[in-house]
């Protein structure tokens, strides 16, 4: 039977995850999954029928009635390699808290197909205290080696001509704090680059897009561009827990990232002697409206040339890092359709066979 494969719904795993590395047959005891000294049973190593004993992350959790007036948990278990929906049947509240959100939960149960889906139906679950769990099984990295992506942070960062914007960068990414939650961060709680370090990854591959851009239309700023890309996720540092489950921190759900990324950069402006009020102006304009639209989140619209290209390449990197990741994932788990599962990235279906037309231009 065929391995399930990635379960990251669309989006956003890096193609290096770790596989599984076996999973025991229908009805065998599998040693408990994530536990620090036991084999690891990993999602993406599933297979339909699999009586699973293990420990995985809780994604989310919600207790429901059932037509029949029992009730039953809804949930969604994570670890790097995927996701995979859950149900607990006649549950109790005290099943319920066990359930703890971006925490870890050790169960029994068994994989079944619904509606040509694998879900998990679980047995009896238990809270896992975190200092039990090897943690590294269950937080996707990026596939880029964090000391390379560092280094070409560096040394983009050491191209700035502009001394306004070099010495507002160098406050920010000499500050120990930021620039650890920067490295490690992911881009997004689940859209696009959602592993360790894909913020970094996500601000450096839009860089190159960027710089190509700045030299094909030499009117643009190049460092005020380079800037702004660099910057315009940078509340994300302190909109999401880089812990297990990306979840949002309080100030992250209260003010948001781009709230955040503002005030961040606002912060250390004031500790520059004589910043020019519009340096300042132009790059929290470039945060401010870096979403394109009020209907997407931006309070203002992109104004001026370089906030209007740092909206559409970082829009770009997200969307295309995004359907990359779908056709790659669907190959692990087997889907050799022409045509991928829905996709939000999309809002549809991606037809995966695109690229095929350029091999067989190569030959």
Same mark, same amino acid.
């Given at each position: 039977?065929?391995?399930?494969?990635?379960?990251?719904?669309?989006?956003?795993?890096?193609?290096?995850?770790? !596989?599984?590395?076996? /999973?025991?047959?229908?009805?065998?005891?599998?040693?408990?999954?994530?536990?620090?000294?036991?084999?690891?049973?990993?999602? @993406?190593?599933?297979?339909?029928?699999?009586?699973?004993?293990? *420990?995985?992350?809780?994604?989310?959790?919600?207790? !429901?009635?059932?037509?029949?007036?029992?009730?039953? =948990?809804?949930?969604?278990?994570?670890?790097?390699?995927?996701?995979?929906?859950?149900?607990?049947?006649?549950?109790?509240?005290?099943?319920?808290?066990?359930? %703890?959100?971006?925490?870890?939960?050790?169960?029994?149960?068994? *994989?079944?197909?619904?509606?040509? !889906?694998?879900?998990? &139906?679980?047995?009896?679950?238990?809270?896992?205290?975190? $200092?039990?769990?090897?943690?590294?099984?269950?937080?996707?990295? #990026?596939?880029?080696?964090?000391?390379?992506?560092?280094?070409?942070?560096?040394?983009?960062? @050491?191209?700035?001509?502009?001394?306004?914007?070099?010495?507002?960068?160098?406050? &920010?990414?000499?500050? $120990?704090?930021?620039?650890?939650?920067?490295?490690?961060?992911?881009?997004?709680?689940?859209?696009?680059?959602?592993?360790?370090?894909?913020? =970094?990854?996500?601000?450096?591959?839009?860089?190159?897009? @960027?710089?190509?851009?700045?030299? %094909?239309?030499?009117?643009?700023?190049?460092?005020?561009?380079?800037?702004?890309? =660099?910057?315009?996720?940078?509340?994300?540092?302190?909109?999401?827990? @880089?812990?297990?489950?990306?979840?949002?921190?309080?100030?992250?759900?209260?003010?948001?990232?781009?709230?955040?990324?503002?005030?961040?950069?606002?912060?250390?402006?004031?500790?520059?002697?004589?910043?020019? %009020?519009?340096? !300042?102006?132009? &790059?929290?304009?470039?945060?401010?409206?870096?979403?394109?639209?009020?209907?997407?989140?931006?309070?203002?619209?992109?104004?001026?040339?370089?906030?209007?290209?740092?909206?559409?390449?970082?829009?770009?990197? /997200?969307? *295309?890092?995004?359907?990359?990741?779908?056709?790659?994932?669907?190959?692990?788990?087997?889907?050799?359709?022409?045509? #991928?599962?829905?996709?939000?990235?999309?809002?549809?279906? *991606?037809?995966?066979?695109?690229?095929?037309?350029?091999?067989?231009?190569?030959?």
């Amino acid at each position: 039977m065929a391995k399930l494969g990635s379960l990251f719904p669309e989006e956003m795993q890096p193609k290096n995850a770790a !596989r599984g590395r076996g /999973a025991g047959k229908s009805g065998a005891n599998v040693p408990a999954a994530g536990v620090i000294g036991g084999e690891r049973t990993e999602i @993406a190593a599933l297979e339909p029928g699999q009586v699973v004993e293990g *420990v995985y992350l809780v994604k989310d959790a919600s207790l !429901r009635a059932a037509k029949n007036g029992s009730k039953y =948990i809804q949930a969604t278990f994570c670890d790097k390699t995927g996701m995979i929906p859950v149900r607990h049947w006649d549950a109790t509240d005290a099943d319920h808290q066990a359930y %703890q959100v971006n925490g870890y939960v050790k169960v029994r149960g068994r *994989v079944e197909t619904y509606q040509n !889906r694998p879900q998990m &139906i679980v047995f009896n679950a238990q809270t896992e205290k975190p $200092e039990n769990v090897a943690s590294a099984d269950f937080l996707p990295v #990026s596939a880029r080696p964090m000391a390379e992506m560092e280094k070409e942070l560096d040394a983009l960062l @050491a191209t700035f001509t502009d001394p306004d914007y070099k010495r507002l960068l160098e406050s &920010i990414f000499s500050e $120990e704090k930021t620039r650890a939650a920067f490295t490690r961060s992911p881009a997004a709680n689940a859209i696009h680059h959602a592993w360790v370090g894909g913020l =970094i990854e996500h601000v450096l591959s839009a860089c190159q897009t @960027a710089e190509a851009i700045a030299k %094909q239309r030499p009117f643009l700023n190049r460092d005020l561009l380079m800037a702004g890309v =660099i910057l315009h996720d940078i509340g994300k540092t302190e909109e999401l827990d @880089a812990g297990p489950g990306f979840g949002y921190t309080d100030t992250g759900k209260l003010c948001g990232h781009i709230v955040l990324g503002v005030l961040l950069v606002e912060r250390h402006i004031l500790k520059l002697k004589d910043f020019p %009020q519009a340096k !300042r102006d132009l &790059i929290q304009h470039m945060i401010l409206s870096h979403h394109g639209t009020r209907e997407f989140g931006s309070p203002v619209t992109p104004l001026f040339g370089e906030a209007v290209a740092l909206h559409h390449l970082e829009c770009l990197d /997200a969307k *295309v890092q995004g359907i990359q990741s779908i056709i790659e994932n669907e190959e692990e788990r087997g889907n050799t359709g022409d045509w #991928s599962d829905f996709a939000r990235v999309v809002d549809g279906r *991606v037809y995966k066979k695109a690229n095929e037309q350029k091999e067989k231009g190569k030959e």
